[in-house]
């Protein structure tokens, strides 16, 4: 026989060896290793079923800060409209105010107005009677009596308010 080809004993020893070892591996090393691949499987699968079940709950929360979120839209645009009507009365409230005072200004003004006219008309028709009489003395050369002179003004004066 040649070096490629062994002999009966070497084969029959490789056989049994191979045998020994294939059945060592298939009864003791074989069912560990599909031990560990089964847990392995089951953690996975219990992995990918709590990773579903997250997924789902965070789905549940996710809608609901959704919804919450739909409701606070709801109540700012709720907010912003009762505002804007808040805001539009109050201008209202203040606009009125503003005329109702811009009225008592004007009616206290015209007040002063014609308390300022009365007085500054009284002081004008004594100065012009004052300088009337002193120009009728000098246009006729002699001082004039006070007291002719005052009927004289009273009854030019009343005839001037009568025409106005």
């Given amino acids: 026989m040649g070096i490629l080809i062994p002999g009966l004993a070497p084969t029959v020893v490789c056989v049994v060896t191979f045998a020994v070892v294939f059945v060592s591996m298939a009864k003791v090393l074989l069912p560990r290793v599909n031990k560990v691949l089964d847990e392995r499987k089951d953690a996975i699968?219990?992995?990918?079923?709590?990773?579903?079940?997250?997924?789902?709950e965070a789905g549940e929360v996710l809608a609901g800060y959704r919804e919450e979120l739909a409701e606070a839209r709801h109540e700012s645009a709720h907010l912003r409209q009762e505002a804007l009507e808040q805001g539009t009365r109050l201008i209202a409230?203040?606009?009125t105010e503003g005329l109702r005072e811009r009225e008592v200004m004007i009616t206290e003004a015209q007040a002063r107005f014609e308390a300022d006219r009365v007085i500054a008309e009284t002081e004008l028709r004594g100065d012009v009677v004052s300088l009337a009489i002193e120009l009728a003395g000098r246009v006729l050369g002699e001082p004039i009596d006070s007291a002719v002179t005052s009927e004289i003004v009273d009854r030019f004066f009343s005839d001037l308010d009568a025409r106005s």
């Fill in 45 to 56: 699968e219990g992995q990918v079923e709590r990773a579903e079940q997250l997924t789902m």
């Fill in 93 to 95: 409230e203040i606009r």
